[in-house]
């Protein structure tokens, strides 16, 4: 049996600053980052632009294109790869009222300018997958946005980047809310929806974050298992959420153990990650973490993640299948919850 790789983002080693309180950590360079990625056993890095290329507005297109050279370089020294690359359509001052589906047309098209920088840069880090968080493309004002319009505005966007490069795959990572109040792309259900109606299908997809499911009230196994049925798992975001609140990024696992063995177990049952597709972490350490501590939540999230794998091959599925056929669903919640706790 393959097994997993694993990836993960820069931001997820962050120096603790929140909504209402600055940083409580000192920031860590990039290449110190993927020395202990690789230690801790990541094959792969995801990254928005500015990541590999950070001011990249200040720059001219070969310039993008020779940074993203040098940060290849260094992922290179390391034996990483490249995942991904998410366009950073949220910190800019073009992109206030979103991107993609902003009011003002010259925002548009600074998205696009965006989108496209982050496919050269994709392509220069040697990757062909773009991730779209869509941040913003959604309304704080109900009546500032027409569904109808911006959903259409989504698809023009998507398609006019398959255009752009005719390799690239495109990945929606949907979120019910956050930063905004209304998101257009919700759920895993949206983004097939949207794949469906642009020029390529084929090539636009999902990256279903956990969290993101808890929020819009969703189970994420059963999120996966759609976009799976569809063959549109291009890559997970795995981490935890206490119910639907802030957007937690904590690690795998440790709110519902029972909903992480049912990811996995998704996983494992339809051979994700057999396609080269990666499980992904998104998770955040906690504002309290000490500075010596930075990646413990790394740390943690993997092995709680590969406890999970365990616990997988260790499920007795003949005697699962024959609780189903008899219809003995208490026997089989209990033999689940169990095998789980180890007792
Ligand atoms: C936001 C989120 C982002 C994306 C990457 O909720 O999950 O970190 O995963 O742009
Ligand atoms: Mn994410």
């Not at 310039?63 to 290849?72: D, G, T």
């Not at 976009?227 to 990024?249: C, E, P, S, W």
């Amino acid at each position: 049996m393959y097994q997993f790789r694993y990836s993960v983002g820069p931001w997820n080693v962050h120096a603790g600053a929140d909504s209402y309180g600055p940083a409580t950590r000192a920031e860590i360079t990039l290449e110190e980052k993927f020395a202990r990625f690789k230690a801790l056993g990541f094959d792969a890095v995801q990254f928005h632009d500015d990541d590999a290329v950070p001011n990249l507005n200040d720059l001219t297109e070969e310039e993008i294109k020779a940074e993203a050279r040098r940060v290849k370089g260094l992922l290179d020294k390391y034996d990483l790869k490249a995942e991904f690359v998410a366009p950073r359509l949220w910190m800019d001052p073009h992109t206030i009222d979103g991107g993609f589906t902003s009011t003002s047309e010259a925002d548009r098209a600074f998205a696009m300018w965006r989108a496209y920088r982050s496919i050269d840069i994709a392509r220069e880090l040697g990757t062909d997958l773009i991730v779209l968080w869509l941040a913003r493309e959604g309304t704080l004002c109900a009546e500032a946005k027409s569904p109808v319009t911006a959903t259409k505005q989504l698809v023009e966007a998507i398609n006019a980047m398959l255009r752009y490069d005719e390799h690239i795959r495109v990945c929606i990572e949907p979120k019910p809310n956050e930063p905004i109040d209304r998101s257009f792309c919700g759920t895993i259900g949206h983004v097939m929806a949207v794949s469906a109606a642009t020029i390529d299908p084929k090539r636009v997809g999902a990256n279903l974050e956990s969290a993101h499911a808890v929020l819009a009230g969703l189970d994420p196994a059963n999120e996966i298992g759609f976009a799976l049925a569809f063959d549109k798992l291009f890559t997970v975001h795995m981490n935890d959420q206490n119910g639907i609140r802030y957007d937690q990024d904590k690690s795998f696992g440790v709110e519902n153990l029972r909903q992480a063995f049912n990811q996995v177990k998704v996983l494992m049952e339809n051979n994700y990650g057999a396609r080269g597709e990666y499980v992904g972490l998104d998770v955040k350490a906690m504002r309290t973490t000490h500075d010596e501590d930075s990646y413990e939540h790394l740390k943690n999230s993997l092995a709680i993640f590969k406890a999970m794998e365990q616990k997988v091959k260790q499920y007795d599925y003949d005697y699962a299948n024959r609780l189903i056929r008899e219809r003995k669903f208490e026997q089989l919640e209990y033999y689940t919850v169990k095998l789980i706790m180890g007792v």
